[in-house]
């Protein structure tokens, strides 16, 4: 009885089965967590293998093979349809890993969209389920897809004008002329491609979500202003005086639109007359996303810095810095800084000037020497310090009454930028005046000293901790 199990040739089938299913669910699971870990698109093809093909394999041999059972039985054949698709699962993954998702970036297999290859992949699981059926079962298939191919003609006769307009979107997919996150400017509506289906493309807009048809789009001209990439830029136009000279204002302009924050590093800046009064400057820019806010912040500082440098911005005339209003802002910061008689105060105004700075603008700029001492008025300054990896460190906050450019005194350039807040109001001593009422006293000439070393010395800190 025992020499008949033993001669069987169920056993060795049982026994193999038995042995065999453990050590590959083993293989298969240690091949799974290495590709995991490097992070590879064989990860799902492998999980298939080793969750359902393996022991389906194992079932249907254990059927057909260990308990003889006739391979007409249902039981075999519903283990061998299943065994069969996923073998068709399997290789269709496996080609979607290595043919598409690893695709190198730039190649033909990398722009191919995603509808495609799902519609490539039910294409070719209905006629594998087809042909499984046909060869287990021995189901008549000939006739369903004669039926199908009718129904087709049907339906494509009936739907041709939608299904033209499908097939145009989906060509234009397959070209890819923008991804998620390109700007687009159409003929409907100028946004940033936040979403791209089979159907049509939705644009993000300032005034909601533009959704245009694929076929639309297939069927016009565009233009991707992220193509190629960082070469997007701005025009503003600016209206001048004609009696403002132009390289004055040019030179303006451009000084402006290079401290812009959002401008783009490795872009040039140009200002250029455009005729009559018109003045053109380009900025570049990282994203169209930056244009209105650019454009705002651009014209604020040209508003304010024109009226400091003497310009006509539209043609208009600055009042602002007034006899009275100076005489007031001399008394109220400068005078009890520098210790001022009401005589010393009335000598002080033909030497000060009163002026006022846009949010963000520049008020001292790293490096410069200053040629003058600034007292803020109103409106809050706020210093930072540069490190060598280009990062800003922030050394304080100047408020009302607070002043900066005292490093005019010993000459020495400064050491960090200062940017307005808010909008700033600041009176400004020239130089000269400043040396003249500190000769007068030198205690104050001592406290300015002071003030600039522990200045100095704390932005040291700060650097040096950050």
Request: charged residues 15%; aromatic residues 8%.
């Amino acid at each position: 009885m025992i020499a008949d199990v033993f001669t069987s040739a169920w056993f060795y089938w049982a026994v193999g089965i038995a042995v065999g299913l453990p050590i590959g669910l083993v293989v298969l699971t240690e091949w799974q967590h290495a590709l995991r870990r490097r992070h590879s698109f064989l990860v799902r093809p492998v999980t298939v293998l080793r969750n359902y093909l393996l022991p389906l394999g194992a079932l249907l041999l254990l059927l057909t093979e260990a308990r003889q059972i006739p391979a007409g039985a249902t039981s075999v054949r519903t283990v061998a349809t299943l065994f069969a698709f996923v073998v068709l699962i399997l290789l269709l993954s496996g080609v979607n890993a290595t043919l598409f998702q690893g695709a190198p970036a730039g190649t033909w297999r990398k722009r191919v969209p995603t509808i495609f290859v799902d519609v490539a992949r039910f294409v070719l699981i209905a006629v594998g389920l087809a042909v499984i059926f046909s060869y287990i079962w021995g189901a008549n298939v000939r006739g369903l897809f004669t039926a199908l191919g009718i129904t087709s003609i049907v339906i494509g006769l009936t739907l041709q004008n939608s299904v033209g307009q499908i097939i145009s979107g989906l060509l234009m997919l397959f070209e890819q002329p923008f991804q998620i996150g390109d700007w687009l400017d159409t003929a409907a509506a100028r946004g940033r491609v936040v979403e791209v289906n089979w159907r049509a493309v939705h644009l993000e807009t300032g005034a909601g979500t533009q959704i245009t048809p694929n076929s639309v789009l297939a069927g016009a001209s565009f233009t991707n202003l992220s193509r190629p990439a960082d070469a997007h830029s701005i025009t503003v136009t600016t209206i001048f005086s004609l009696d403002d000279p132009p390289n004055q204002v040019c030179a303006l302009l451009t000084r402006l639109a290079a401290d812009l924050p959002m401008r783009r590093p490795d872009g040039t800046v140009s200002s250029t007359p455009a005729g009559g009064l018109e003045y053109q400057t380009t900025i570049p820019l990282h994203s169209p996303a930056d244009d209105g806010e650019t454009k705002k912040l651009f014209l604020q500082w040209v508003w304010y810095a024109s009226r400091r440098a003497g310009l006509h911005l539209d043609e208009a005339e600055d009042v602002f810095s007034t006899t009275e209003r100076l005489a007031a802002a001399v008394a109220e910061v400068v005078a009890p800084t520098l210790r001022l008689s009401a005589d010393q105060q009335r000598e002080l105004l033909g030497a000060a000037n009163l002026e006022r700075y846009g949010i963000g603008e520049l008020v001292q700029r790293v490096g410069e020497v200053p040629e003058r001492m600034t007292f803020i008025l109103s409106g809050r300054v706020q210093l930072t310090a540069g490190g060598d990896d280009g990062s800003e460190t922030l050394i304080g906050i100047l408020e009302n009454g607070s002043y900066l450019g005292q490093s005019t005194l010993t000459r020495q350039p400064v050491i960090g930028n200062a940017h307005a807040l808010d909008e700033v109001t600041v009176v400004h001593v020239e130089r000269d005046h400043i040396e003249t009422v500190v000769q007068r006293n030198p205690v104050l000439l001592q406290e300015f000293g002071r003030i600039i070393e522990d200045r100095r010395a704390h932005a040291r800190r700060l650097l040096s901790a950050d």
